[in-house]
């Protein structure tokens, strides 16, 4: 493993740590609130976005990147934001009906949505070990996806689609970003998905204030999710292949399944268990399988 890929598995690592987070804090709020999701989402985001606008504005040199990233990359930010968007609310709405551990582990399909648009459209090539710890980890989705009485037909179809619309946007990254501006490309999205939702809300007339606490909940954990997590998944862009950039990924659903478990009384029973062990085994094959070298 280069030093160029320990890098961008430190910041998918960050990333999964600041997007598990994210999901546990709206989860907290869907259980105890009957907020929508694109509620949720439109003042989570929008709280987010006037935290951190100061520190982009304030400065001349973050300006000026914020201006370059909009002049170079506005399409695929405005493209990818929309697709974004739209797999929030299908994600929300089945989070809101599914436990967390089945919903966070099933959105990880993402991995194999980004393999297949990197292999297919950006000419890249697994090993035979990479290959065998996708379908592995597959597997493992698949197995807690299925639980009865803890995900439904349709949240599961809702956050499958969510999945496919999240790998778009690491595929058009990618394919017409040479070099992303992490930061700045995260600040930008935020402002682009609060009006998305605040459009989608009017359009559906769902729009209302929630409670301030509900707010400065929603916008603490964004915060961490919507821009940290991001930021950081973007600058992953720069130093790993799309068909790796979700691998790491995959212990995050893990360690929310066993928050569920633990802090939400969500069941556990040994498909559970069995698909989160097929899970991490996967994910060794895909990232940590070391590369035997002929002597």
């Known amino acids: 493993m280069t030093g160029n890929e320990k890098k961008g598995y430190f910041f998918v690592f960050l990333t999964g740590v600041f997007f598990a987070l994210e999901v546990i804090g709206f989860k907290e709020i869907f259980r105890n609130y009957n907020t929508e999701p694109e509620i949720a989402a439109l003042f989570g985001v929008g709280f987010a ?12 040199k973050r300006r000026i990147k914020v201006l370059t990233t909009i002049r170079r990359d506005g399409t695929i930010l405005t493209l990818g934001t929309i697709s974004n968007a739209i797999g929030i609310v299908l994600y929300y ?15 990880k399909t993402t991995v194999l949505y980004n393999v297949l648009l990197g292999v297919f459209f950006l000419g890249e090539r697994l090993r035979s070990a990479e290959v065998f710890g996708i379908i592995i980890a597959i597997l493992g989705i698949y197995m807690i996806s299925t639980l009865e009485g803890q995900i439904h ?23 017409y970003i040479p070099e992303i501006l992490g930061l700045e490309y995260a600040y930008l999205r935020l402002l682009l998905l609060s009006m998305f939702f605040f459009l989608y809300s009017l359009y559906i007339h769902s729009f209302h204030i929630p409670d301030f606490s509900i707010i400065v909940i929603l916008g603490l954990f964004s915060l961490l999710g919507y821009f940290l997590g991001r930021a950081f998944y973007f600058e992953a862009h720069n130093h790993l292949p799309i068909s790796k950039l979700n691998a790491t ?4 659903p893990i360690f929310l399944m066993f928050v569920g478990i633990l802090f939400m009384k969500e069941p556990v029973d040994g498909q559970k268990l069995l698909g989160a062990g097929l899970i991490l085994f996967g994910l060794y094959l895909i990232v940590f399988h070391k590369r035997k070298v002929k002597p």
């Open 249 to 252: 990924l995959l212990i995050e």
């Open 153 to 175: 037909v349709v949240s599961a179809f809702c956050i499958l689609a969510s999945a496919f619309l999240f790998a778009i946007q690491s595929y058009m990254i990618k394919k």
């Open 49 to 60: 976005f006037l935290v951190v606008t100061p520190y982009f504005l304030f400065s001349k």
């Open 93 to 107: 709405y089945a989070l809101k009906q599914t436990d967390l551990g089945p919903a966070a582990i099933l959105i």
